[in-house]
């Protein structure tokens, strides 16, 4: 076999295997992709056991800020759904929401578990992507 067919046999079997690669779409969800569903807040069940393991929460502590979770999922869903078109309405109506949110599970958490909350938040706000930046690539 000569050089130029060789050459041309590689090519080819490269060009197949991209274009079957391309063909295959998005991992179902749980694989691979970063986890979560893109464009979807996580459960109320996420977010406490996430919030019991960083802060270690007491079950007492868990009990009072479960149903304010709730109430705040709720209250996202509603303002989604009846959200006018107005962008920067509903963000700030969301921002007010989740400051709420915040002033009301801090009132239940001792200082040492404000201070670690407070440095999650920073952390958190350190990672977003800034206005017009988009989302990360996957």
Do not use: C, H, Y
Not at 107 to 115: G, M, N, P, S, Y
Not at 120 to 130: F, H, I, S
Request: overall charge neutral; glycine content about 8%; cysteine-free.
């Amino acid at each position: 076999m000569n050089w130029k067919t060789l050459l041309l046999t590689l090519f080819m079997a490269l060009a197949t295997v991209v274009f079957a690669l391309a063909q295959q779409g998005p991992p179902p969800d749980g694989e691979g992709g970063g986890g979560g569903q893109r464009g979807k807040a996580p459960s109320v069940e996420d977010r406490l056991e996430r919030m019991r393991k960083d802060l270690d929460l007491t079950d007492d502590q868990v009990a009072k800020i479960k149903p304010i979770l709730e109430d705040m999922q709720k209250q996202m869903e509603s303002l989604r759904e009846n959200s006018s078109g107005d962008r920067e309405q509903s963000m700030e109506a969301m921002k007010k929401l989740m400051d709420s949110e915040e002033e009301k599970i801090s009132a239940l958490l001792t200082d040492e578990q404000k201070t670690k909350l407070a440095e999650m938040k920073k952390e958190r706000e350190k990672n977003r992507p800034g206005p017009g930046q988009g989302r990360p690539p996957r």
